[in-house]
Nanobody, 115 residues
């Protein structure tokens, strides 16, 4: 069974940077979209960024200019590079990969930004 394994979260001071990774344990064929979400305590899950198979990207307004999503399709891996982190970026970050038949989710990784 395919699993998405996330890494790269942690504690960072405001203004700092982190890079999140999300790797599939086995090859997933025909991945269409890769997505990063986040969920802060007491808040609904929100889309942070997504990237299509063609490389088109989309970002939440709150992270535009600070976060960059990328993918390595050959490795079934996606990344989220985060710069200029703010305390309001504190959340559990989850990755999702969508093929034609189903979605695959990562286990979530905590990002905490201290002021």
């Amino acid at each position: 069974q395919v699993q998405l394994v996330q890494s790269g979260g942690g504690l960072v001071q405001a203004g700092g940077s982190l890079r999140l990774s999300c790797a599939a344990s086995r090859t997933i064929f025909n991945i269409n979209t890769m997505v990063w979400y986040r969920q802060a305590p007491g808040k609904e899950r929100e889309l942070v960024a997504n990237i299509t198979s063609g490389g088109s990207t989309n970002y939440a307004d709150s992270v535009k200019g600070r976060f960059t999503i990328s993918r390595d399709s050959a490795k079934n891996t996606m990344y989220l590079q985060m710069y200029s982190l703010k305390p309001e970026d504190t959340a559990v970050y989850l990755c999702k990969m969508s093929s034609r038949v189903r979605d695959y989710w990562g286990q979530g990784t905590q990002v905490t930004v201290s002021s």
